[in-house]
């Protein structure tokens, strides 16, 4: 899916580390939420309190998920999935755009 129709968008964005990763939330007709954002050249540590699903959409990504060794590159057309309660390290190279989806 390119588009997400029929959403609000909260109008403030969300600016983490500095503007290193920017996003907005937006939010569907079904109630559920997601944020749609990039990630500038950085390496960056996240904390999750709900389960995450990250949808690559523009640019690549490494990523470390809590309790591994290894990095593992992510695409667009690629995701990967974070646990509630978890940390995770992103590392990009050039600008990576993204999806957020919770729950």
């Not at 640019?59 to 990095?71: F, H, M």
Request: glycine share 10%; aromatic share 10%; proline share 4%.
């Amino acid at each position: 899916m390119s588009q997400f129709d029929n959403v609000s968008v909260v109008k403030q964005a969300n600016v983490y580390f500095d503007g290193k990763c920017i996003s907005h939330t937006i939010r569907l007709a079904d109630g559920s939420s997601k944020t749609v954002g990039v990630i500038l050249p950085s390496t960056l540590t996240f904390t999750t309190t709900s389960p995450e699903v990250m949808e690559g959409v523009g640019g690549t990504c490494r990523v470390r998920l809590k309790g591994e060794d290894q990095w593992k590159a992510y695409g667009p057309g690629q995701s990967f999935a974070v646990p509630a309660d978890s940390v995770f390290e992103i590392a990009c190279d050039d600008a990576y755009h993204y999806v957020c989806h919770f729950g």
